[in-house]
């Protein structure tokens, strides 16, 4: 039987898309080889790469607007340094909220001197702070769209002059933003977007070249764009997977849909988590992430009695990352309303059997 998954990355991805990608393993496009088996070279995988480019961009309704897509590898952690190598020559703005923040802040400290606008870290990063300003000798300012561990989002973004980089991992493709006033956005594709193995990111060419260093090749966005993410052999799998989920989203309905569906899940799981007395969220009210809900029980004695139930539910992946502990439900875009509703039936029996 499928499992209800809300594993927090890698995740559940459509199930047609499983179907496919499986079939591709086989044959890829009657050709009688498996996508595994041919060149990254030939015009087959070619035009797959070119195609999930192009139609990220279309999802993010950012091409003609200056901006390159890329599918690189080395996760999003890769992308804590190469931001830093291709943009940093003197000072860059961080916003710290999180742990994924906190680690994007060491990488960059190799390049420069990093100012750390304000930081959620007195509270255990359970809430996004609003008031910072960004120094003027800035080179860029970097935050972190989604907080996948602690379950916070930003809902909105600075208004500056500085280029805006920032790293959406965890909710990419999942709501409508103006994506054009990002300048540069990465996320590794193993949540929305595909399995583990290749990290998307969309650059505004014109930031680029402004750094005196010498970059290395595989570090410098340039030499990817002047080879069309071809520079070396792509995660050639990963992006085939990564193109057939965008098609998915672009099928049914762009990010809006996508969106209009994340907070439908997002609305029944939490308005539970509030109502039912042996439950209480982690983050604060209104930086909630309908990405990924974090939620603690108050009564602890009844912890293997829950535990018990959402598993013999079919449910999968709800335990909390080891430095909040409690819950963690991530609802990516592939995940159904269905299964929301699987746990908040076993929330509310495990309060009438309490
Ligand atoms: N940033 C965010 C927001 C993440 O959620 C993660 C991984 N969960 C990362 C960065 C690190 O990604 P990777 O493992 O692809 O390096």
């Known amino acids: 039987m499928k499992k209800h998954n809300f594993s927090a990355g890698p995740c559940i991805l459509p199930q047609e898309v499983f179907q496919e990608a499986s079939e591709a393993i086989l044959d890829f496009n009657n050709s009688g080889l498996s996508i595994m088996e041919i060149s990254h070279r030939s015009a087959g995988f070619v035009s797959v790469m070119e195609e999930a480019r192009e139609l990220a961009l279309e999802l993010l309704g950012l091409n003609n607007k200056g901006y390159k897509a890329l599918f690189l590898q080395g996760g999003a952690s890769m992308q804590f340094l190469m931001t830093a190598y291709n943009l940093l020559n003197k000072k860059a703005a961080y916003l710290n909220t999180g742990t994924w923040s906190s680690k994007a802040i060491k990488e960059a400290e190799l390049f420069g001197e990093i100012i750390e606008v304000a930081s959620s870290k007195d509270q255990n990063f359970n809430y996004i702070p609003k008031t910072f300003s960004i120094p003027d000798d800035a080179d860029y300012f970097h935050c972190t769209s989604n907080?996948?561990?602690?379950?916070?989002?930003?809902?909105?973004?600075?208004?500056?002059?500085?280029?805006?980089?920032?790293?959406?991992?965890?909710?990419?493709?999942?709501?409508?933003?103006?994506?054009?006033?990002?300048?540069?956005i990465y996320?590794?594709?193993?949540?929305?977007?595909?399995?583990?193995?290749?990290?998307?990111?969309?650059?505004?060419?014109?930031?680029?070249g402004k750094v005196d260093r010498k970059i290395p090749s595989m570090m410098d966005y340039a030499v990817h764009i002047s080879k069309d993410s071809m520079f070396n052999t792509p995660a050639v799998y990963a992006v085939y997977v990564s193109l057939l989920t965008l098609r998915w989203i672009k099928k049914n309905g762009g990010i809006a849909a996508m969106e209009k569906r994340n907070d439908e899940k997002a609305e029944l799981l939490y308005a539970e988590i509030d109502r039912n007395p042996l439950f209480k969220g982690f983050a604060a009210r209104e930086d909630r992430s309908p990405m990924n809900a974090t939620f603690n029980i108050t009564n602890d004695s009844l912890k293997d009695r829950f535990d018990?139930?959402?598993?013999?539910?079919?449910?999968?992946?709800?335990?909390?990352?080891?430095?909040?502990?409690?819950?963690?439900?991530?609802?990516?875009?592939?995940?159904?309303?269905?299964?929301?509703?699987?746990?908040?039936?076993v929330m509310k029996e495990l309060e009438n059997k309490a």
């Not at 583990?196 to 969309?202: D, E, F, I, K, S």
């Not at 875009?333 to 746990?343: I, Y």
Request: charge should be neutral.
């Open 308 to 345: 018990d139930a959402w598993k013999a539910a079919g449910v999968n992946g709800l335990n909390g990352h080891r430095s909040v502990g409690g819950y963690r439900a991530s609802m990516y875009n592939a995940l159904p309303l269905e299964s929301v509703q699987v746990v908040v039936d």
């Open 147 to 184: 907080n996948t561990i602690f379950g916070t989002q930003m809902k909105s973004f600075p208004n500056t002059s500085k280029s805006m980089v920032c790293d959406m991992s965890s909710d990419i493709f999942s709501r409508s933003l103006d994506f054009s006033k990002f300048d540069l």
């Open 187 to 208: 996320a590794g594709a193993q949540k929305n977007m595909g399995p583990a193995g290749t990290t998307l990111v969309v650059v505004k060419e014109d930031i680029l």
